[in-house]
């Protein structure tokens, strides 16, 4: 196996795994010269897939995660085992996202109650009575 071939890496904290800068460290001043790390198997030499970033703050994108594991799943591309799991887990962010939510909502129904009760309590002329929390 040539090694002059593969690209300059440094140790990285996976034994199985090393990093490097992609590029030859000359800038062109056009901004390609800048690139982002890849990850190489110390292995073989060949990159690693780049991993998904996925945003899961909305019940929405849980729902398009939930569809992307199940086309994975139809495809074979993944195990139904670790479909089940995936599946778990945003289930549960997706039950998180809603407590969140309801709790925001209560909370503020709360307020608006108790600002209309002393509204009510001035117009009465009855004494404003502050909620200790």
């Known amino acids: 196996m040539r090694t002059d071939a ?9 034994p199985k795994r090393q990093s490097s800068m992609a590029g030859n460290g000359k800038g062109n001043g056009n901004g ?6 890849q990850t ?3 292995e073989t030499g060949r990159p690693d897939p780049i991993p998904r970033r996925i945003d899961l703050s909305s019940l ?3 729902r398009l ?5 199940y086309r994975q799943l139809d495809a074979g591309k993944i195990e139904s085992q ?3 799991r995936r599946c778990y887990v945003l289930r549960t962010i997706h039950d998180v996202i809603v407590s969140a939510e ?3 909502r209560i ?3 709360e307020e608006k109650h108790e600002q209309r009760m002393q509204e009510a309590r001035r117009i009465n002329g009855q004494p404003v009575l502050t909620r200790q929390h």
Do not use: M
């Not at 593969?6 to 996976?14: D, I, R």
């Not at 390609?32 to 790390?37: G, L, M, N, Q």
């Not at 995660?65 to 594991?69: G, P, S």
């Open 107 to 109: 909370i503020e129904l």
């Open 6 to 14: 593969l690209p300059k890496v440094e140790q990285g904290a996976h």
């Open 40 to 42: 190489f198997d110390a």
């Open 65 to 69: 995660e939930l569809a992307y594991v």
């Open 82 to 84: 670790d479909a089940t």
């Open 102 to 104: 309801l709790e925001r």
């Open 32 to 37: 390609s010269d800048r690139r982002e790390a």
């Open 60 to 62: 929405r994108d849980v």
